[in-house]
C-alpha cells in the first residue's frame, strides 16, 4: 500500500463522525462548551479530511478509484457520509443553523446514493473476487451506520423544521391579533 496521502484510508472520516457523536452527547449531559468545541473542532477535520481527499482522487486517481473496488477499503468510504449528517445534527443541534444543517444532509444522501450503487455495483462485476472470508469483515457495517445516519438527520431536519414552522405560524397569528 502506497504511504502518505496515497495510502490514506478511506475510512478516516470515521474521526469526524466519533466526534460529533461525543458532541452531541455532551451536548445532551448538559456539558455545552465540550460540545461547542468539539463541534468547532469537528468543521475543521471536516475540511481538511475534504481537502486531502480531493487532492487524494486528484494526484493518485488509479489509488482513489481502485479503494472504491476493494472489498476491504471500499466500506471505509462510507464513513464520509456518517460524517456529513452527523455534522449536519450538530449544526442544527448545537447552533440551530437548519439551512447550513439541510445544506449538509442533502450532501449525505447524494453521497449515499453515489457511494451505495457505485461500490456494490463496482464489486458486484468485478472479475476477481476475494473468497467470501478475505473479501468481507466488520468494516461493511459502515454501510448500515451510513444508512442509519441518514435516517438521522432526516428525523433531525423533519422535527427542526417543522418546529419553525410552528413558531412562524404562531408569529403570524401574534401579528395579526394586534391588527
Do not use: E
Amino acid at each position: 500500500m502506497p504511504a502518505g496521502l496515497a495510502g490514506m484510508s478511506p475510512a478516516n472520516f470515521g474521526m469526524v463522525m466519533a466526534t460529533g457523536i461525543v458532541s452531541l452527547s455532551a451536548y445532551v449531559l448538559g456539558f455545552v462548551p465540550v460540545a461547542q468545541a468539539l463541534f468547532w473542532l469537528n468543521i475543521g477535520l471536516y475540511g481538511v479530511l475534504w481537502a486531502l481527499t480531493v487532492a487524494r482522487a486528484v494526484l493518485y486517481p488509479r489509488v482513489f478509484f481502485g479503494d472504491l473496488q476493494d472489498h476491504l477499503r471500499a466500506p471505509g468510504f462510507f464513513t464520509t457520509v456518517a460524517a456529513t449528517s452527523i455534522l449536519a445534527c450538530q449544526f442544527m443541534v448545537l447552533i440551530h443553523d437548519t439551512h447550513f444543517g439541510l445544506v449538509l444532509w442533502a450532501f449525505a444522501v447524494v453521497l449515499w446514493f453515489v457511494l451505495t450503487y457505485s461500490i456494490f455495483m463496482a464489486l458486484t462485476v468485478k472479475r476477481d473476487k476475494p473468497a467470501l472470508d478475505r473479501g468481507i469483515n466488520g468494516g461493511w457495517l459502515l454501510a448500515v451506520v451510513a444508512t442509519q445516519s441518514i435516517a438521522v438527520s432526516s428525523a433531525l431536519l423533519a422535527a427542526v423544521s417543522a418546529l419553525h414552522g410552528i413558531r412562524r405560524n404562531a408569529h403570524a397569528c401574534k401579528s395579526r391579533q394586534r391588527l
